[in-house]
Structures are given as structure tokens and as C-alpha cells.
């Protein structure tokens, strides 16, 4: 059973603490994307790899960043989160146009709560 | 900008009722996806059928059907025989290809409640 892994359903951070989320897939993905998910504004593009090492912009990219060092890992970063940063974010992937991209994989969301 | 509208924030039925789902959006592709995901309160997403825009035969997975109207740009979904477990946030997608990657735009999605 093909798998995207959050590694936690419920985090609880202070303002100002950085914060790592953490996504891997198992399926040998080509892109991973990074979604907030808000009441009334559906999912928003934060960020998206296409490679190993590479990264965009999404949509609302400020305050947040990336790493992708391994194929099958994609961090979010919040480098000083404050409270306009809690919310319900979602890690997805999929595969690449050519290898027959037919939407994505969602991981089961991790709920950020920043105090 | 690509867009996605889901013009339906809430809508309640009762169960073995059918129900449909609206969605239109706007896209410069010429090639591109359609999808319905569904997000039940345990959060995970779940695919729910998937429209090419090149096809002009209408998707259906069982009791979940859509309504495709290129010209329109309008891409429906109608649930059959409505049951109790199909009560969900569900979102409408878009595809849209940026640096390579096979990008997603959803919209604001339509809480759906299936009452017994």
C-alpha cells in the first residue's frame, strides 16, 4: 500500500521556535508539495519540489522554507512561527507528467497549533 | 491566475438521496486534469475520480459521477444513493504544469453532510 508519512498528527509550538514538519513517501515520486489547508480558503500552495534539491514558490511561500536532500523526504520549515501560522498543513506527492502523473498522494495532515 | 470556484461552502441531503457538487474553474492548458477529492473527518484526502479534459465521455467511479462541460469550464460531481460515509469536505482540483511539476489548484471545497 503506497504511503505518504506526516510525522505528526498534532504539534504544539511557542511563538518564535522553529519548526520542522516532516513528509516522506514511499513511491518513488518525482514532485512533493507542501499545502495549508484553512476554513473557507481550501489547500494553498506553500512550496513544491520537482527533484532532489530543488524547490519552488507556491503561492504563499513568506515565512516558511524547504529541503528536499533525499527523493523520498520533503521538509517544511517555519524559521519563527507565529500565531498566523497554525493551521492544518498537508504534505502530497505524485508522479512526474511522463511517468504518468494522475494526482496526488496526501499524507493525514499534521494540525499546527502556535501559541 | 488559475482558479478554482466551489460556489457551495455547506450543503446537507438525506441519505439514498442524490446530490450534486458544484465546480468551475479557469485554466490556459490545453491538456490538463479534473479531480474531486474527498476529505472525511479523519482528514485523509482521498481521490475520488479524476476527469482528462481531452476525453469528452463523463468520468464515473460507482455512485460518483461528473458533469464535464469544457466549453463551460464547469466540472460537477454527483453522488448517487447517498450514504452516511460519503459526509466529507470535498474539493474540486485543477492541474496546471509549473517548472515540470504537476501542480494542483483547489478550491475552497463544499462540506457535505448526509443526514439518516
Known amino acids: 500500500d503506497v504511503k505518504v508519512t506526516q510525522s505528526s498528527r498534532y504539534l504544539v509550538k511557542r511563538t518564535g521556535e522553529k519548526v520542522f514538519l516532516e513528509c516522506v513517501q514511499d513511491?518513488?515520486?518525482?514532485?512533493m508539495f507542501w499545502y495549508r489547508q484553512d476554513p473557507g480558503l481550501g489547500l494553498r500552495l506553500i512550496y513544491f519540489?520537482?527533484?532532489?534539491?530543488?524547490?519552488e514558490k507556491g503561492d504563499i511561500p513568506e515565512g516558511y522554507s524547504v529541503s528536499r536532500e533525499k527523493k523520498e523526504r520533503f521538509s517544511l520549515i517555519l524559521e519563527s512561527a507565529s500565531t498566523n501560522q497554525t493551521s492544518m498543513y498537508l504534505c502530497?506527492?505524485?508522479?512526474?507528467?511522463?511517468?504518468?502523473?494522475?494526482?496526488?498522494?496526501f499524507g493525514s495532515g499534521t494540525r499546527l497549533t502556535v501559541v | 491566475a488559475q482558479t478554482v470556484t466551489q460556489s457551495q461552502p455547506e450543503m446537507s441531503v438525506q441519505e439514498a438521496e442524490t446530490v450534486t457538487l458544484s465546480c468551475t474553474y479557469d485554466t490556459s492548458e490545453n491538456n490538463y486534469y479534473l479531480f474531486w477529492y474527498k476529505q472525511p473527518p479523519s482528514r485523509q484526502m482521498i481521490l475520488v475520480i479524476r476527469?482528462?479534459?481531452?476525453?469528452?465521455q463523463n468520468a464515473t467511479e460507482n455512485r460518483f459521477s461528473v458533469n464535464f462541460q469544457k466549453a463551460a469550464k464547469s466540472f460537477s460531481l454527483k453522488i448517487s444513493d447517498s450514504q452516511l460515509g460519503d459526509t466529507a469536505m470535498y474539493f474540486c482540483?485543477?492541474?496546471?504544469?509549473?517548472?515540470?511539476?504537476?501542480?494542483?489548484?483547489f478550491g475552497q471545497g463544499t462540506r457535505l453532510t448526509i443526514n439518516p
Open positions: 482540483a485543477c492541474h496546471k504544469v509549473i517548472q515540470g511539476a504537476q501542480k494542483l489548484v
Open positions: 513511491m518513488d515520486h518525482e514532485n
Open positions: 476527469q482528462e479534459a481531452y476525453k469528452q
Open positions: 502530497a506527492s505524485s508522479l512526474s507528467r511522463h511517468r504518468g502523473f494522475g494526482g496526488y498522494t
Open positions: 519540489s520537482y527533484d532532489v534539491k530543488m524547490k
